[in-house]
């Protein structure tokens, strides 16, 4: 990916050490740059055939670029969102297949009951599978509601957001696929892991990072039971 975006050098001596390494790499070590081209073509014949078995219809490949492009405006856009009085989050797991189908239909559903009970009229619950493995997905769950009026909207959050969590682990899915654990999600961490699991990541921080120079204890050392107020500051 980095190579790919590489700009054109203007300077004729990083030309030249630029050509020095890839004869470097490609004739000193042998190393053969087209098998990635060859893997990328294997896996979109894959795909291909995938998206026939099961009567998918080809979207383009504007789609995709409009999809990344939001990437980088999602914080701005929940920022926005914020001011028109609109709170809104994220937040994702991974499971296998069989159990995918049931996870988004009960997650949703916890959302929109717990959200009720707290006072939220009609709070927007979506989910989509963002990657695909051969045993499961990540499964991304989009979480919004209008706080005005609620006496205290990130107590109402917290509340609907443990209540999602606790129900993707009971569904059979994971703490997190790729956003990690930290202190937001850690009182699911001993059930995630189990007590050995628990003790095994102590001993190891005890024993290579005794003095915390890493900054990383927290999700270890403070009680489990510790929930934070997310974005306390921003009302």
Same mark, same amino acid.
């Given at each position: 990916?980095?190579?790919? *975006?590489?700009?054109?050098? !203007? ?7 630029? $050509? ?6 490609? %004739?000193?070590? /042998? ?11 294997? +896996? ?8 026939? %078995? ?8 504007? /789609? #995709? ?8 405006? +999602? ?6 969102? $914020? ?17 995918? %189908? ?9 959302? =929109? ?14 989910? =989509? ?19 005005? #009026? ?8 917290? %509340? ?7 129900? +993707? ?13 930290? !202190?937001? =999600? ?14 095994? *990541? ?8 005794? !003095? ?7 999700? *270890? ?9 997310? $974005? /306390? *500051?921003?009302?």
């Amino acid at each position: 990916m980095g190579q790919a *975006l590489k700009v054109d050098e !203007k300077s004729i001596w990083k030309s030249i050490s630029s $050509m020095i390494a890839k004869l470097y790499l490609t %004739k000193w070590k /042998n190393f053969n740059v087209i098998s990635f081209h060859f893997t990328s073509i294997h +896996i979109e014949k894959q795909l291909t055939a995938i998206a026939e %078995k099961y009567y998918g219809i080809p979207g383009g490949e504007e /789609n #995709g670029k409009y999809g990344y492009r939001l990437t980088f405006a +999602i914080a701005y856009l929940r920022d926005l969102a $914020m001011e028109y009085g609109v709170i809104g989050e994220s937040f994702e797991t991974s499971v296998s297949w069989d159990k995918v %189908k049931d996870l988004c239909a009960n997650v949703k559903e916890v959302i =929109r009951r717990v959200a009720k009970l707290n006072g939220v009229e009609s709070p927007i619950a979506s989910c =989509r599978v963002t990657q695909v493995y051969d045993v499961g997905a990540c499964v991304y769950f989009y979480l919004a509601f209008l706080y005005r #009026g609620l006496e205290n909207p990130l107590e109402v959050y917290d %509340k609907i957001e443990v209540a999602a969590r606790d129900e +993707i682990i009971a569904c059979g899915g994971s703490i997190s696929h790729h956003h990690g654990v930290g !202190k937001i =999600r850690k009182q699911w961490f001993p059930q995630t892991v189990g007590t050995v699991g628990v003790s095994v *990541l102590r001993a190891l921080k005890n024993e290579l990072d005794p !003095k915390v120079s890493g900054c990383s204890c927290d999700m *270890l050392f403070i009680p489990f039971n510790f929930i934070p107020q997310t $974005m /306390n *500051l921003l009302f």
